[in-house]
């Protein structure tokens, strides 16, 4: 289990060091929501349950920031809003 956190949070920090430098706020590329934020928005969704079956967390750290910040403003789009159910 160690060694598959350890990839995730590779994972990451692989993405969210690629989304700073394509744009250092917003949506994946940038500020106009893209396919990209399509395709990555379900995969994000789900993290709560690593959370609530395994204790996993995002880290609370700079090299996370910028995927933080993703997911906020997907969050923030009503069409996003008007998909989501509670799991």
């Given at each position: 289990?160690?060694?598959?956190?350890?990839?995730?949070?590779?994972?990451?920090?692989?993405?969210?060091?690629?989304?700073?430098?394509q744009?250092?706020?917003?949506?994946?590329?940038?500020?106009?929501?893209?396919?990209?934020?399509?395709?990555?928005?379900?995969?994000?969704?789900?993290?709560?349950?690593?959370?609530?079956?395994?204790?996993?967390?995002?880290?609370d750290?700079?090299?996370?920031?910028?995927?933080?910040?993703?997911?906020?403003?997907?969050?923030?789009?009503?069409?996003?809003?008007?998909?989501?159910?509670?799991?």
């Open positions: 289990q160690q060694s598959a956190l350890d990839s995730m949070l590779a994972g990451m920090r692989e993405a969210n060091a690629m989304m700073a430098r744009s250092p706020s917003g949506f994946f590329l940038g500020e106009q929501y893209s396919v990209a934020d399509l395709s990555l928005a379900p995969w994000w969704q789900r993290l709560p349950l690593l959370q609530h079956y395994r204790g996993f967390q995002v880290p750290e700079d090299e996370y920031a910028r995927l933080k910040g993703w997911w906020e403003a997907v969050q923030s789009r009503p069409s996003y809003q008007r998909t989501m159910v509670d799991i």
